[in-house]
C-alpha cells in the first residue's frame, strides 16, 4: 500500500522510470536496514563478551559508543528516505524508534557508562534486542516491498 | 528535623493495624531533637507488652493467667524460637525496658514497639488478611470497615479464655500495682521462663503462680476507675465504640483516660478472634496519650515506659564472634560478616528473608596486636590454587590419596599436591604439618604473589597534590594546614625510600612545581592553556621523596605565602584533572584534590544546580544527587584504568556539587572529605587528622579482589567505593584499612544440595613495601533449612551496613521519601515473617516478637532514616553534606557505621574530676534520648566524624569558663568551638 500511494502521483515521471526509482528506495532502504542491524549485533556481542569477561569495560564501552551515533544517523537516514519517497507505512513503521533513540539522546542515555556499565548491562542489552526485533521486521518489509517493486518493473 | 519517621504520616490515618505504632514513633515534635525524641517512641511499646500477651488456651484461675499472659509472649517465643538465644532472657532485653503501663493502655501498646518505627509497611499489612495475619489486623483501628464488620467472631469467643484473661487481668492489677515495688518484673521474671519453651505453652499455672506479682510491676496510674466489666464483652462496646473514634484520632487531650479502658478489651477481638489481645483504635489513641506524656506536659499521664530498659546499642557494634566457635578455621568477622551467617536451602526461603542476603567485607581491616596477618611464601611450588575455580589453598581443602591430592572446597575438584609441597596425612587425614602452615590453620593469610601475579613491576606508592590556592582557599587559611600537615607527615608516607610524591597549584591557571633533586628551590612554571593541556616538564613533576626531600620542603614553607595575594575566584579543576593524570598516568597512586569553590573553567566545570526546594518530593528530586557532567565519571575511568585512587578534599563554604566531585572518588576506591564553610581556626585540627590519617593509614596499591563462593551462590551486587572490571572483579587502585565493601548474594539453584558453603575474598594488591601480596581470607557457612535459624544468626551489623548502601544507592534515583520506606519496608516485612514463624507454633497471639540478634535492628533503621544522607528533605541538610554522607555510609565499616548513625554520648561533667588515665572507664555511653541530657550537664556526642558537646542551659557558669576559656556573657556562638576530629 505505501508503494501503491507512491505510485500514482499526477505529472510523474514515466511509469517505468517511476518503477527503476522504487526499486532504487528499496534497495537502499534494505542496506540500511542491513547496516543497522550490523551495528546493534556488534553492540550486542560487545555486551556478551563484557559480560562473560572476554574484554574490559572500558574497551566494551569505547567500542559500543563508538558506532552508537552512527547508528542513531543511519536510522534517521531511513526514517527521511521513507518520508521522501512517500511510503507512509514504512515510515510509520521505522519513525517510533528514530524518536525513542531522540530521547536517549536528549536524556544524555545513549551513551555506555563505563562506570556503571555492569548494572545497567541487563538493560543495555534488553534494548538492543527490541531494536533488533524491530529491525528485523523492516528488514523484511523492504525485502519484501523491494521484491514487488522489481516484478512490477518487470511487468 | 523531623522528630522521628512515624511524623511522616498523620497520625490518625488507619495505616495498618499491625503497625499501630507508628503513631507512637511519632511523637509531637516537642518531643525532641531528632535522634532523642525519635529514640523515646521506641520505648514505649516495651512495657506493656507484658501483660496482655494472653495464653490462648489458658482456663487457669485469673491470677495465673494474668501471671502467665505478661511474659507469654516474650517469654515464650525466644527461648523456643531462638536455640541460640544466650543471655538473658530476651522479655528483659527488648521489652524489660517498659514496666508496662496501667491496665487499660497496655492493651494497645505491645505491638508498637518495634513497627512504631516502620510505617511504609502499613499498606501491604492492612491488605494481606490471611489468617496468619489476623494479629495485624486486629490492631488496626476500628474505623476500618473490617474490623468494624468483625465482630461475629466474638460470640464463641466471649465465653472462651481469651477473655477470660482480660477479665481476669484487670481486677489483679490493683493488688499488684500495690504490692511489687519498681522493678520486681524483670528481676524476677526470667527464670521462669529460662524453663524449656514448652513448658510455656501449657502449664501456666506454675509460672503462673510465681510470676504475677512481678509483672505488674507498676500500679497503673492511668487506671483511675475500675473497668467496666462489659468492656470486655463483644456486645457492649462495639456501638459505642465507632462514634467515639474520631475523638480519639485527634483531640487526644478530649478523651478522659478511663473511657478508654472498655474499648481496648474488645477492639480487638473481631479480627483476631483467637488470641486476640485487645488492640485496635485504642492503640492509636493510647500511643497518642503516651507520646503526650513523653513530652512531659504537665498533668499528663505517667508514660509507664522505663526509656532505659529498651534495647540500645551502649557497646556499639556486636562482632558476631559465635561464628568463630561454630566455624574456627574461618576468618575473623572483622574481615568478612555474613548478613546471617547460614545459606538459606532453597530459593522460598531467601524469599521468606526479607533482609538483603550478602556479605560486609573488610579486607585490610586493623588487627589488634598478636593477630598480624601471617605471610606465606610458596617459593618454587607457586601459590596453590585450585585448577578450575582458582580458589586458593585454605583450612577448608580437604587432603587425599596420602596426601597426594587435596580436594578444593569451593567446587570439589581434585587438585594435585605440587611435589614441594606434599606432606604425608596422619590417621584423621590431616596433614602432619598443618598447624605449622598458616594457610592451612588460618582464615586470614597472605601469600607472597609470584611475578605471573604481576602485570607490571609494582609501582612505588605515589602521592600527587592537587590544591585549589584561589582566593577562597587562601582566606579560609587551606593551604597553610594542608602545607604544614603534609610536611609533618612527609616522614610517615607509605614506601620509604621509593615514595613519590608531586603537587600541581592551580586557579584559573595550573602550576607546575619542578622538584628536580638538584634544585635548591622549587621552580613554579604556570600553563594557561586550559583547553590543551600539556605538562611543560616530561619529568620532576613527580618526583622520589628522599632523593628530592629538600625541594619539597621549601616548597611546603612557602607555600602558604606564595598564594597569599592571589585574589584569583576561578578554579580550574578538570584540565588540573586532566594534568595530573599525565603525570600520573604511568606510576599510578593517590590523588589528593583540595578543592574550594566550584569548578569555574574549563573541561568539567558545573553550575550552581542549587538545592532547588520544589524538585524535593518529585521525580527530579534524585537528580540533584547524581553527578552532572559525565566528564567526571569519564575521568573516574581513566584513573582506575591507571591505578589512580582519588581522594577529595571539599572545603567549600559554598555548594561545590559534592555529588559530581565525589564520583571521582566513588569508582577509585577514595574517599570523600567535605568540611562545609572551612576555616582553619575551627575545621583546621579535623582537616589535619584526617589529612595524616589518609596519608599514612596501611594501604594497599593496584589491588584488585574477588570473591569466589562454593557452588549454589553468587554474588550479584557489590556497593562501595571501586569499579567493577568484570562482572565479579573490583578494580581497587587503592584500598586502605577505612574501607569495607558490601556485596549481595543470590541462590543460583533452586534447591542447595551442599551442606556448607564456602567464601574466599582475595585481594591482589601491591604493598607499600614494593611487594606483590594476595590476602586470602576465607569463611564458611552453614546451609540450612529453617527461617528461625536464619533470624538467630543474623548479624545486625552486617544487615544495617547493607542496608544503609542499598538505600544511599536509592537515593541516587529515587525520592528520600520512597527511600526510607522501603528501609521501614523490609524492616517491618522481616519482624513480621519472623512473627508469623512463631506464632503458629507457640500461638502467641498479637504480640509483636523479634529475634535476639535482631534486637537493635528497629533503632539502627530509624537512625539510618534520620542519617544526614537520608533524613529530611530541603532544608534539613543541605546538598553538599547530604551527598557526602552518603559516600561516606558507602566506605565505612560496619562498627564505624554503626557509630556514625548511632552516635556516642557521654556525659562529661561528671568525669572532669576524674585522673585522666581514669576517663576511659568512667564514661559511660548513655542512649540517645531527651532523658539522658540535663540541662546542668556537659555531654559529648560523637559520630565518628564530629565531636559535638552540648552545653546545657543550666551548666555552671565556672566549668563553662573553665571549659571554653570564655564568658558565657561574651560568647557569641557555641557551634564555632565544637572540638571536632576524624
Known amino acids: 500500500p505505501a508503494a501503491a500511494a507512491a505510485r500514482p502521483r499526477p505529472g510523474g515521471a514515466a511509469p517505468a522510470a517511476r518503477a527503476a526509482e522504487m526499486v532504487f528506495v528499496w534497495l537502499a532502504a534494505f542496506f540500511l536496514v542491513v547496516t543497522l542491524i550490523v551495528l546493534v549485533i556488534f553492540q550486542l556481542m560487545c555486551l556478551a563478551d563484557l559480560e562473560f569477561d572476554y574484554i574490559n569495560p572500558f574497551d566494551s564501552s569505547s567500542r559500543i559508543n563508538k558506532v552508537v551515533m552512527p547508528e542513531f544517523i543511519v536510522q534517521a537516514l531511513l526514517s527521511a528516505l521513507f518520508l521522501l519517497s512517500g511510503h507512509w507505512a514504512m515510515f510509520l513503521l521505522s519513525a517510533p524508534m528514530v524518536y525513542y533513540n531522540y530521547t536517549l539522546y536528549e536524556r544524555r542515555q545513549h551513551l555506555v557508562d563505563v562506570t556503571e556499565i555492569f548494572n545497567h548491562l541487563s538493560r543495555e542489552k534488553k534494548r538492543r534486542l527490541f531494536k533488533i526485533a524491530a529491525l528485523i521486521v523492516l528488514l523484511f518489509l523492504s525485502l519484501f516491498w523491494m521484491i514487488w517493486s522489481v516484478l512490477e518493473e518487470h511487468e | ?982
Open chain 2, 1 to 982: 528535623m523531623r522528630p522521628s519517621a512515624g511524623n511522616e504520616r498523620p497520625p490518625g490515618r488507619p495505616v495498618s493495624g499491625f503497625v499501630p505504632g507508628f503513631a507512637a514513633g511519632a511523637p509531637p515534635p516537642a518531643a525532641g531533637a531528632s535522634p532523642f525524641g525519635a529514640a523515646a517512641p521506641l520505648a514505649r511499646p516495651g512495657g506493656p507488652a507484658g501483660p496482655f500477651a494472653p495464653p490462648t488456651q489458658q482456663q487457669g484461675p485469673p491470677v495465673a493467667q494474668a501471671a502467665a499472659s505478661p511474659r507469654g509472649p516474650f517469654g515464650a517465643a525466644p527461648p523456643a524460637a531462638m536455640g541460640g538465644y544466650r543471655g538473658p532472657p530476651p522479655p528483659q532485653g527488648s521489652f524489660g525496658a517498659g514496666p508496662p503501663p496501667p491496665g487499660p493502655f497496655s492493651a494497645a501498646p505491645p505491638p508498637q514497639g518495634p513497627f512504631g518505627m516502620a510505617p511504609p509497611a502499613q499498606g501491604p499489612f492492612g491488605a494481606a488478611p490471611p489468617p496468619s495475619q489476623g494479629p495485624f489486623g486486629a490492631t488496626t483501628p476500628p474505623s476500618q470497615g473490617p474490623i468494624g464488620a468483625a465482630p461475629p467472631p466474638q460470640g464463641p469467643f466471649s465465653a472462651t479464655p481469651t477473655q477470660g484473661p482480660f477479665g481476669a487481668t484487670r481486677p489483679p492489677q490493683g493488688p499488684f500495682g500495690a504490692v511489687p515495688s519498681s522493678q520486681g518484673p524483670f528481676g524476677t521474671a526470667p527464670p521462669p521462663f529460662r524453663p524449656p519453651p514448652s513448658a510455656l505453652l501449657q502449664p501456666q499455672s506454675p509460672t503462673g503462680n510465681t510470676m504475677p506479682s512481678p509483672t505488674y510491676v507498676r500500679p497503673p496510674p492511668v487506671q483511675s476507675q475500675p473497668q467496666p466489666v462489659q468492656g470486655y464483652y463483644p456486645g457492649g462496646p462495639n456501638p459505642q465504640f465507632p462514634p467515639s473514634r474520631p475523638s480519639f484520632q485527634q483531640p487526644m487531650q478530649n478523651m478522659p483516660p478511663p473511657s478508654m479502658g472498655p474499648p481496648s478489651s474488645y477492639s480487638n477481638q473481631p479480627a483476631y478472634p483467637t488470641t486476640g489481645p485487645p488492640m485496635g483504635t485504642l492503640q492509636t489513641l493510647v500511643e497518642d496519650f503516651q507520646s503526650l506524656s513523653v513530652s512531659s506536659a504537665p498533668g499528663s499521664l505517667d508514660p509507664g515506659v522505663d526509656v532505659n530498659g529498651l534495647p540500645r546499642p551502649l557497646y556499639g557494634d556486636e562482632e558476631p564472634a559465635k561464628v568463630l566457635e561454630a566455624f574456627p578455621l574461618n576468618c575473623h568477622p572483622r574481615y568478612f560478616r555474613l548478613t546471617t551467617h547460614t545459606i538459606p536451602a532453597s530459593q522460598s526461603l531467601v524469599s521468606r528473608w526479607h533482609l538483603p542476603l550478602g556479605a560486609v567485607v573488610h579486607p585490610l581491616a586493623e588487627a589488634p596486636d598478636g593477630e598480624e596477618v601471617p605471610v606465606v611464601n610458596f617459593g618454587s611450588a607457586g601459590v596453590i590454587r585450585c585448577r578450575r575455580c582458582r580458589t586458593y589453598i585454605n583450612p577448608y581443602a580437604t587432603f587425599a590419596d596420602a596426601g597426594r591430592k587435596w580436594r578444593c572446597n569451593l567446587c570439589t575438584l581434585l587438585n594435585d599436591v605440587p611435589g614441594e609441597y606434599f606432606c604425608a596425612l596422619d590417621a584423621s587425614g590431616r596433614r602432619f604439618d598443618a598447624d605449622q602452615r598458616p594457610e592451612l590453620s588460618k582464615g586470614t593469610v597472605e601469600f607472597v604473589a609470584p611475578t605471573e601475579y604481576m602485570v607490571r613491576p609494582p609501582m612505588p606508592p605515589s602521592y600527587f597534590f592537587l590544591i585549589d590556592v584561589s582566593v577562597s582557599a587562601v582566606r579560609s587559611g587551606l593551604l597553610e594546614v594542608v602545607a604544614k600537615t603534609i610536611k609533618s607527615c612527609l616522614d610517615d608516607l607509605l614506601g620509604f625510600p621509593r615514595t613519590q610524591i608531586g603537587f600541581l597549584t592551580f586557579d584559573s591557571t595550573l602550576h607546575f612545581h619542578n622538584f628536580k633533586s638538584s634544585l635548591s628551590q622549587p621552580q613554579m612554571m604556570v600553563v594557561a592553556d586550559l583547553d590543551d593541556v600539556f605538562l611543560p616538564l616530561p619529568d620532576d613533576l613527580l618526583v622520589n621523596l628522599v632523593d628530592s626531600r629538600h625541594v619539597v620542603e621549601s616548597f611546603l614553607d612557602n607555600l602558604p605565602n606564595m598564594f597569599q595575594d592571589n585574589v584569583n575566584v576561578e578554579s580550574a579543576l578538570g584540565p588540573a584533572l586532566k594534568a595530573a593524570f599525565m603525570v600520573m598516568g604511568q606510576i599510578g597512586g593517590k590523588l589528593l584534590v583540595f578543592q574550594s569553590t566550584l569548578p569555574s573553567l574549563g573541561i568539567g566545570r558545573l553550575r550552581l544546580r542549587g538545592d532547588d526546594v520544589r524538585a524535593y518530593g518529585t521525580d527530579k528530586e534524585h537528580i540533584l544527587r547524581i553527578p552532572e557532567d559525565p566528564f567526571y565519571k569519564q575521568m573516574a575511568a581513566e584513573f582506575t584504568k591507571n591505578q589512580i585512587a582519588v581522594d577529595i578534599f571539599s572545603l567549600s563554604d559554598k555548594y561545590c556539587d559534592i555529588a559530581s566531585l565525589g564520583s571521582l572518588a566513588k569508582y577509585t576506591g577514595g574517599q570523600v572529605y567535605h568540611y562545609p564553610s572551612f576555616q582553619a581556626t575551627t575545621h583546621g585540627e579535623k582537616l589535619k587528622h584526617e589529612l595524616s590519617r589518609d596519608l599514612t593509614r596501611e594501604t594497599a596499591w593496584e589491588s584488585v579482589m574477588r570473591i569466589r563462593c562454593g557452588k549454589g551462590v553468587r554474588f550479584t551486587t557489590y556497593h562501595g567505593h571501586f569499579m567493577l572490571r568484570s562482572t565479579d572483579l573490583l578494580a581497587l587502585p587503592a584500598v586502605d584499612s577505612d574501607k569495607a565493601f558490601a556485596m549481595q548474594l543470590s541462590l543460583e539453584e533452586t534447591l542447595m544440595t551442599t551442606q556448607t558453603v564456602y567464601f574466599q575474598v582475595a585481594l591482589l594488591y601491591t604493598s607499600s613495601s614494593g611487594e606483590r601480596r594476595i590476602r586470602v581470607h576465607t569463611a564458611a557457612a552453614p546451609v540450612v533449612t529453617d527461617l528461625g535459624e536464619m533470624y538467630r544468626q543474623a548479624d545486625t551489623g552486617a544487615i544495617v551496613s547493607v542496608l544503609a548502601r542499598i538505600a544511599v544507592e536509592n537515593s541516587l534515583s529515587d525520592k528520600l521519601d520512597s527511600v526510607r520506606q522501603q528501609l521501614q519496608l523490609k524492616l517491618v516485612k522481616s519482624l513480621k515473617e519472623y512473627r508469623n514463624l512463631y506464632v503458629v507454633q507457640h500461638r502467641i497471639g498479637g504480640r509483636l516478637i523479634y529475634p535476639e540478634s535482631l534486637r537493635y535492628l528497629p533503632l539502627y533503621i530509624l537512625a539510618l532514616c534520620k542519617s544526614l544522607a537520608l533524613r529530611g528533605g530541603y532544608a534539613d541538610v543541605s546538598l553538599d553534606e547530604r551527598c557526602a554522607a552518603g559516600f561516606s555510609i558507602m566506605i565505612l565499616p560496619a562498627r564505624r557505621l554503626l557509630n556514625f548513625i548511632y552516635p556516642s554520648l557521654y556525659r562529661l561533667d561528671e568525669v572532669l574530676t576524674v585522673e585522666p588515665d581514669m576517663i576511659d572507664g568512667a564514661l559511660k555511653r548513655l542512649p540517645l534520648t531527651l532523658q539522658c541530657l540535663d540541662t546542668a550537664g556537659l555531654y559529648l556526642l560523637d559520630d565518628g566524624f564530629t565531636f559535638l558537646v552540648w552545653l546545657g542551659r543550666m551548666l555552671q557558669p565556672e566549668l563553662m569558663n573553665d571549659i571554653l576559656g570564655v564568658s558565657l556573657s561574651n560568647f557569641p556562638d557555641l557551634s564555632k568551638d565544637s572540638v571536632e576530629r576524624m
